[in-house]
């Protein structure tokens, strides 16, 4: 004999039993004023199976200027293993050639922001996340004064096949204030 049920009772059935079956996360608030500390600390953290969520930077209560980030994970699944990478620098030119580098390796961009470290002054931060399935991916950093330059830049690269990533205004070392976009195109 098959029990069948009507479809209004079966609906009910599914929206009571859907907060059951909900997944819970576990959570890790990072914060530091140096950036070489927070890197150390989100690679702890992917060993204890933490996986980047997100990044700001700016001044915090009791810490001063610092960069915070939240890892999560899963708490009733594996996550898998993961790698961190923390560019940090006012120049540019420098922040173009780090990420290439960490492109080479197979990191992919998680999220960027503006902070003043201690010892750095007020740098663009970048995280990056190797995964086990790592591809070479090729970083364009685009940085202007005028919003109109970059939306030429932005639409020229997108025609080369570069993907948005993120944008910031942030201060410079060399260019002063800034409009700074980050653009990936992934290597086969």
């Known amino acids: 004999m098959q029990l069948r049920l009507p479809g209004t009772l079966l609906a009910s059935f599914l929206i009571l039993a859907g907060p059951l079956a909900a997944e819970k996360f576990d959570y890790r608030l990072l914060a530091t004023s140096k950036t070489s500390t927070m890197e150390r600390e989100m690679n702890q953290a992917a060993e204890a199976g933490f996986a980047f969520g997100g990044v700001m930077g700016g001044e915090s209560a009791n ?19 993961k790698k961190y990478l923390l560019l940090a620098t006012s120049k540019t030119s420098t922040l173009q050639k780090e990420l290439q580098q960490a492109g080479d390796e197979g990191f992919e961009y998680c999220g960027q922001t503006v ?74």
């Open 63 to 81: 810490g001063g200027s610092e960069v915070i980030v939240v890892m999560k994970k899963p708490v009733d699944r594996p996550s898998a293993k």
């Open 115 to 188: 902070f003043e470290s201690t010892f750095g002054g007020k740098e663009v931060v970048i995280i990056l996340e190797q995964r086990a399935e790592a591809k070479r991916i090729e970083y364009l950093l685009l940085a202007t004064s005028k919003t109109s330059t970059m939306e030429k830049e932005l639409k020229q690269s997108g025609d080369a096949g570069y993907e948005f990533l993120g944008v910031i205004v942030g201060k410079t070392a060399f260019g002063g204030k800034e409009v700074v976009s980050l653009m990936r195109k992934t290597q086969p």
